[in-house]
């Protein structure tokens, strides 16, 4: 009796170990991630900041001072609009800083380019500041102080930069200061627009970090308000693009639908319906004609996952790419294990699982990135090396 309960008792277990392996490799397997302990320092509001805010002709320089202990309080100051001010951001996980200047001139960026030089592509980094800068740092784009060393080269940024980190506000004022030290070295910062930036501008929070909540409440906003049109953050963010060409190559963090192909839209055109939709919520059926196709969080360039399916050929995808005038699609938003070549090298993958900052995971995440040199495609890891793809 007691030999069967023992064999009914071990088959039990495992059974389930069975099964708990099994559903292990399904989300590994599917891009998901395994949490196994997340660090507090993670909803650390003492230093968190700038936050900007424009009000009656002048820029409003917020930070939140203090604990849960003795209380929080805001360390605020108003400067003159057109005011050049020099700004601190601290990042709690290594307790490091760097400077930046803010200032209010805000113009959209134009949407093709041409380039001699080094390319180097990164996507989804979703609020994981300390990958991101460890990956700048290991391509030397940036030295010790953070600062452009990347001189004329171009830094294209593929959208989703925002949510589910812990580190939103530090990787977006880093892209903000590499954007002003690249452009005075005659280089290139390209921050294309994600479907995460749109739904931030949206108010759409549900993916984000429990912390911003918080962060909006003790500076006495909402949280769709620290990216709303009286933000630093948010003017800045709503200028960008969500599409852009730099010699051949479109860049865009979703995808062209070939459909795109029998549209009457330039380059220009698309980047200006979308930019002007950014704030509004999409709803099938509200626009009119071929803009609803452009908006759709389906089918529009920031949503777009048909280079994914399978069910694309080559020639519908040059067909899209080829209305644009380009010869291939760096692309983020789907999750690859690493940046890949697909279609005969006509789309180059690049949303790989990034590291988290505070948070302990299986498997880690590894920072990648694409290099383009003398029209040759490169996968970058996050340790300096490069693999010619």
């Not at 605020?76 to 990042?91: I, K, L």
């Not at 080559?314 to 380009?326: D, I, M, P, S, Y």
Request: glycine share 10%.
């Amino acid at each position: 009796m007691k030999a069967r309960i023992w064999r009914a008792l071990r088959n039990f277990v495992a059974s389930i170990l069975v099964l708990i392996t099994l559903s292990f490799i399904g989300i590994i397997a599917f891009g998901g991630s395994v949490n196994i302990g997340d660090d507090p320092l993670m909803a650390k509001l003492d230093g968190e900041g700038p936050h900007v805010f424009f009000s009656d002709e002048q820029m409003q320089v917020n930070y939140i001072r203090g604990d849960r202990q003795s209380g929080f309080h805001i360390d605020s100051r108003a400067y003159a609009f057109d005011q050049t001010v020099r700004a601190e951001v601290h990042f709690p996980l290594d307790n490091s800083r760097f400077e930046l200047s803010l200032h209010s001139q805000i113009v959209p960026p134009p949407v093709e380019y041409k380039t001699e030089q080094k390319i180097i592509a990164i996507s989804d980094v979703e609020g994981g500041f300390k990958g991101f800068r460890d990956f700048l740092l290991a391509h030397k784009v940036i030295n010790d102080c953070l600062c452009w060393a990347f001189g004329k080269g171009h830094l294209v940024l593929v959208g989703d930069f925002v949510d589910r980190g812990f580190s939103t506000t530090q990787v977006l004022w880093l892209i903000y200061k590499l954007e002003q030290e690249a452009r005075d070295a005659g280089g290139m910062v390209h921050f294309i627009l994600g479907n995460h930036e749109i739904k931030n501008l949206q108010g759409n929070f549900q993916k984000a970090a429990f912390k911003y909540f918080y962060v909006a409440g003790a500076l006495g906003k909402r949280q769709d308000e620290l990216y709303g049109p009286d933000s630093l953050l948010g003017r800045w963010l709503a200028s960008k693009n969500t599409l852009e060409r730099i010699n051949n190559t479109l860049f865009v963090h979703g995808g062209i639908h070939p459909y795109l192909a029998e549209m009457d839209f330039t380059l220009q055109q698309v980047n200006d319906i979308v930019r002007a939709n950014y704030s509004k919520v999409y709803v099938p059926g509200v626009n009119d004609g071929h803009q609803e196709f452009l908006l759709s969080t389906e089918n529009g360039p920031s949503w777009y996952r048909g280079y994914f399916s399978g069910d694309l050929s080559v020639e519908e995808v040059e067909r899209g790419l080829q209305k644009f005038n380009a010869d291939t699609a760096v692309v983020g938003h789907t999750m690859k294990w690493r940046v890949s070549k697909m279609y005969d090298g006509r789309v180059y993958a690049i949303d790989v699982q990034q590291p988290r900052d505070y948070r302990a995971q299986i498997p880690s995440g590894s920072s990648q990135g694409l290099l383009i040199e003398n029209g040759v495609y490169y996968r970058l890891l996050d340790d300096g090396e490069r693999q010619a793809l």
